[in-house]
């Protein structure tokens, strides 16, 4: 059964830093990795979709790697701003036995302070 | 930009009442799901309807769910006789193939 986990839970950093979210699988079996956000009582927008041939997204300040071997993928913000504060979730679609249930993980809450 | 839409944004009842959760996936869009998220919980899984049927289901979605496209515009979730534990907010999500799923924001039920 697939497992998430992301890294940090919570973050609080000043505006203009550069951060790392960390998101890890244990099945490396994937089809593709997604990274989300999403804004408190909202739904999730979604940021970036990496298959799993690719290394790597890029979106803006965004930018999704995968290493399906070691079983982690990370979202870089670039120069963060206050409106970047929201949680940041990865899904996880796993091809095993002819299924791609997307599995989450909890997320990592970000807080940008001016 | 097209959007997923869903009503209504918060539904309250009672135990063991029936919930029709609406969703009005984007036009173009052949895949649809149906997730959940418990207050402070994981967003999980529930089902996928492709091609007027369902493709996959998580062991959640047990004999008290229903999935309908009723029209070719709405797709609908319903639960037979709503529990305490199924309170969450219920997200509905659609993709063009079984890619980028964009998100509707979500179906607030509470059952008291």
């Known amino acids: 059964k697939q497992e998430v986990t992301q890294i940090p839970a919570a973050l609080s950093v000043p505006e203009g830093e550069n951060l790392v979210l960390n998101c890890s699988f244990t099945?490396?079996?994937?089809?593709?990795l997604q990274w989300f956000r999403q804004d408190p009582g909202k739904g999730l927008t979604s940021l970036l979709l990496?298959?799993?041939?690719?290394r790597e997204q890029t979106s803006g300040r965004l930018n999704a790697s995968l290493d399906k071997s070691s079983g982690r993928s990370t979202l870089y913000i670039a120069a963060s701003q206050p409106g970047d504060s929201a949680t940041y979730l990865c899904?996880?679609?796993?091809?095993?036995?002819?299924?791609?249930?997307?599995?989450f993980g909890r997320g990592t809450s970000l807080i940008v302070h001016p | 930009e097209p959007e997923v839409t869903q009503t209504p944004s918060h539904q309250v009842t009672q135990m063991g009442q029936e919930v029709i959760l609406r969703c009005v996936p984007i036009?173009?869009?052949?895949?649809f799901y149906w997730y959940r998220q418990i207050l402070g919980q994981k967003v999980e899984f529930l089902v996928s309807?492709?091609?007027?049927?369902?493709?996959?289901k998580s062991e959640i979605f047990d004999d008290q769910f229903s999935v309908e496209r009723p029209d070719g515009s709405n797709f609908t979730l319903k639960i037979r006789s709503t529990k305490l534990e199924d309170s969450a907010m219920y997200f509905c999500?659609?993709?063009?193939?079984?890619?980028?799923?964009?998100f509707g924001p979500g179906t607030r039920l509470t059952v008291l």
């Open positions: 999500a659609s993709s063009v193939e079984a890619d980028t799923q964009y």
């Open positions: 099945d490396s079996a994937i089809y593709n």
């Open positions: 899904a996880v679609r796993t091809a095993s036995g002819g299924s791609y249930i997307p599995t």
């Open positions: 309807f492709y091609n007027n049927e369902i493709s996959e």
């Open positions: 036009s173009n869009h052949l895949y």
């Open positions: 990496i298959q799993s041939s690719q």
